[in-house]
């Protein structure tokens, strides 16, 4: 399996060296790991003057799977917009035509109180965001900004979606409701969108080949609702781009530990590029302060979506569920009465619990 391993800039690369470390310790159990490195974002500009190299984009063409850190540094921030860090992300995503970006929502019964919810709403909550991210209101044409025939400037986008492109992101929800708890919600907003009316309907109709699962549909105003008032409703939201943007940031927030979020974001073969939420940080990269855990378990994603290794997967989840319940805590999510560990010393904490 070959892995690209793209660790980024500021706490890029430190937790990358602790999610791979964690692969290094499941390889040869049936899974023969082959990691090649290469420069993105920040690094990939000081490397070869470009966020998204062209070394870079082959590698990762050529690879399975993509392994990514984080990118971005206030050093970049003064570069011209083609040239900063995050456009070498963006570019690397639609390259690899990735259109299925799936964000879970997972809270640890002990990491209850980082919410700013109650912990009775939050604790053990364990969603799955589908969000479709190549199409809708984000790329729709037309598009722009122009002066009306009142004479008056007037934006415009267009809201768009093929049949095509809902029915390859609802059968990946639909497959990942398979894999967990085969209930599937998906959102849009069919009483006023056509968009969401033909959303909906091909999604009834691909629904059709997965008997198993239970299919639900909600108006995303009433979602967002849902999301605060009763989150451990829900085990798979499938989404559109823009919809899909707004929920899975509220959902990420319903956890309050940036640091513990994996992503990922897979194409047509299942292949994908996978990722922590969180950003560079770079306010504590380089003092061994990060939380690895948000890479660890997008490492863990990776083996359970691209490469079907399920049973792995489960592993280095537990690993990580174990390693919380003995109260090791990066600075992150300390809270007294646990144990403040280092960004290696959780990742060798992992291993040990491997
Ligand atoms: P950020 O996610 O980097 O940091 C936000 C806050 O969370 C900071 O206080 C940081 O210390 C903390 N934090 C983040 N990850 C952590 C971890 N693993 N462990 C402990 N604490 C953690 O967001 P920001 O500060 O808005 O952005 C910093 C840089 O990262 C910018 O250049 C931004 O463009 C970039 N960025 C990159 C990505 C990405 O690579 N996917 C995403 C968001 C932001």
Same mark, same amino acid.
């Given at each position: 399996?070959?892995?690209?391993?793209?660790?980024?800039?500021?706490?890029?690369?430190?937790?990358?060296?602790?999610?791979?470390?964690?692969?290094?310790?499941?390889?040869?159990?049936? +899974?023969?790991?082959?990691?090649?490195?290469?420069?993105?974002?920040?690094?990939?500009?000081?490397?070869?003057?470009?966020?998204?190299?062209?070394?870079?984009?082959?590698?990762?063409?050529?690879?399975?799977?993509?392994?990514?850190?984080?990118? #971005? #540094?206030?050093?970049?921030?003064?570069?011209?917009?083609?040239?900063?860090?995050?456009?070498?992300?963006?570019?690397?995503?639609?390259?690899? @035509?990735? +259109?299925?970006?799936?964000?879970?929502?997972?809270?640890?019964? %002990?990491?209850?109180?980082?919410?700013?919810?109650?912990?009775?709403?939050?604790?053990?909550?364990?969603?799955?965001?589908?969000?479709?991210?190549? &199409?809708?209101?984000?790329?729709?044409?037309? *598009?722009?900004?122009?002066? @009306?025939?009142?004479?008056?400037?007037? #934006?415009?986008?267009?809201?768009?979606?093929?049949? &095509?492109?809902?029915?390859?992101?609802?059968?990946?929800?639909?497959?990942?409701?398979?894999?967990?708890?085969?209930?599937?919600? &998906?959102?849009?907003?069919? @009483?006023?969108?056509?968009?969401?009316?033909?959303?909906?309907?091909?999604?009834?109709?691909?629904?059709?080949?997965? =008997? %198993?699962?239970?299919?639900?549909?909600?108006?995303?105003?009433?979602?967002?609702?849902?999301?605060?008032?009763? =989150?451990?409703? +829900?085990?798979?939201?499938?989404?559109? @781009?823009?919809?899909?943007?707004?929920?899975?940031?509220?959902?990420?927030?319903?956890?309050?530990?940036?640091?513990?979020?994996?992503?990922?974001?897979?194409?047509?073969?299942?292949?994908?590029?996978?990722? =922590?939420?969180?950003?560079?940080?770079?306010?504590?990269? #380089?003092?061994?302060?990060?939380?690895?855990?948000?890479?660890?378990?997008?490492?863990?994603?990776?083996?359970?979506?691209? +490469?079907?290794?399920?049973?792995?997967?489960?592993?280095? %989840?537990?690993?990580? *569920?174990?390693?919380? &319940?003995?109260?090791?805590?990066?600075?992150?999510?300390?809270?007294?009465?646990?144990?403040?560990?280092?960004?290696?010393?959780?990742?060798?904490?992992?291993?040990?619990?491997?």
């Amino acid at each position: 399996m070959k892995i690209a391993v793209l660790p980024g800039d500021g706490i890029g690369p430190e937790v990358m060296e602790q999610a791979v470390k964690v692969l290094q310790a499941v390889s040869g159990q049936g +899974f023969e790991i082959e990691l090649q490195y290469a420069a993105i974002g920040g690094a990939g500009y000081d490397a070869a003057g470009d966020p998204l190299p062209a070394a870079t984009l082959k590698l990762a063409r050529a690879a399975d799977a993509i392994l990514l850190g984080a990118v #971005g #540094g206030f050093k970049y921030d003064s570069l011209p917009r083609p040239m900063r860090p995050e456009q070498g992300l963006l570019r690397i995503r639609k390259e690899l @035509n990735l +259109f299925a970006n799936l964000r879970p929502a997972q809270l640890y019964p %002990e990491l209850a109180d980082a919410s700013t919810l109650k912990p009775e709403v939050v604790a053990g909550l364990d969603l799955m965001i589908v969000r479709e991210l190549t &199409s809708d209101l984000y790329f729709g044409q037309p *598009r722009g900004i122009h002066v @009306n025939a009142d004479g008056e400037r007037e #934006g415009y986008n267009t809201m768009r979606y093929t049949e &095509s492109e809902v029915r390859r992101v609802a059968h990946i929800g639909l497959q990942i409701a398979m894999k967990r708890n085969k209930k599937l919600c &998906s959102v849009e907003k069919a @009483n006023v969108l056509e968009t969401s009316e033909l959303w909906r309907e091909v999604v009834i109709e691909t629904a059709k080949q997965y =008997p %198993e699962v239970e299919l639900s549909h909600m108006y995303v105003d009433n979602a967002a609702m849902q999301l605060v008032r009763n =989150p451990k409703q +829900f085990d798979v939201i499938l989404t559109g @781009n823009i919809f899909g943007d707004i929920l899975s940031d509220e959902a990420s927030m319903l956890t309050g530990s940036i640091g513990m979020l994996g992503s990922a974001s897979l194409d047509q073969n299942r292949k994908g590029m996978y990722e =922590p939420i969180h950003g560079s940080a770079p306010d504590i990269a #380089g003092k061994d302060a990060a939380n690895p855990l948000a890479t660890i378990l997008s490492a863990a994603m990776m083996l359970r979506y691209t +490469f079907a290794h399920d049973a792995l997967a489960d592993r280095i %989840e537990n690993a990580v *569920r174990k390693t919380i &319940s003995a109260g090791l805590r990066t600075a992150d999510i300390h809270t007294p009465g646990t144990t403040r560990i280092g960004c290696a010393a959780m990742g060798d904490a992992v291993v040990a619990a491997l």
